[in-house]
């Protein structure tokens, strides 16, 4: 069983700062890409940012430059850094990733959702 937990959510004055964390367990063989979602009241839930196994990184423009995604491998989590917030940016934050799991072939590759996080910020 493969689960990833997110951390960190919360309420924020507008130019605020947010750390989102996003940890997986379970029997991990190996993780992909990763990634963070949100989705506003009455939107659909829109990718906006993702690391590769290597580091490489990807944002959507309504981020760049003020969140930044990472991760540490070791502990099979991803974090994003938020910064500069404004009331926008409030929705229901996830974390997704790709994840192969089990101990021995054929192992299961498939995506895997956290449960999401509140991220209000009040202006």
């Known amino acids: 069983q493969v689960q990833l937990v997110e951390s960190g959510g919360g309420l924020v004055q507008s130019g605020g700062s947010l750390r989102l964390a996003c940890a997986a367990s379970?029997?991990?063989?190996?993780?992909?890409?990763m990634g963070w979602y949100r989705q506003a009241p009455g939107k659909e839930r829109e990718l906006i940012a993702t690391?590769?196994?290597?580091?490489?990184?990807n944002y959507a423009n309504s981020v760049k430059g003020r969140f930044t995604i990472s991760r540490v491998n070791a502990k099979n989590t991803s974090y994003l850094q938020m910064n500069s917030l404004n009331a926008e940016d409030t929705a229901v934050y996830y974390c997704?990733?790709?994840?192969?799991?089990?101990?021995?072939?054929?192992?299961?590759?498939?995506?895997?959702w956290g449960q999401g996080t509140q991220v209000t910020v009040s202006s």
């Open positions: 997704n990733a790709e994840i192969s799991s089990g101990t021995i072939p054929p192992l299961l590759t498939r995506a895997y």
């Open positions: 379970g029997s991990i063989f190996s993780i992909n890409d």
């Open positions: 690391i590769t196994v290597t580091g490489r990184t």
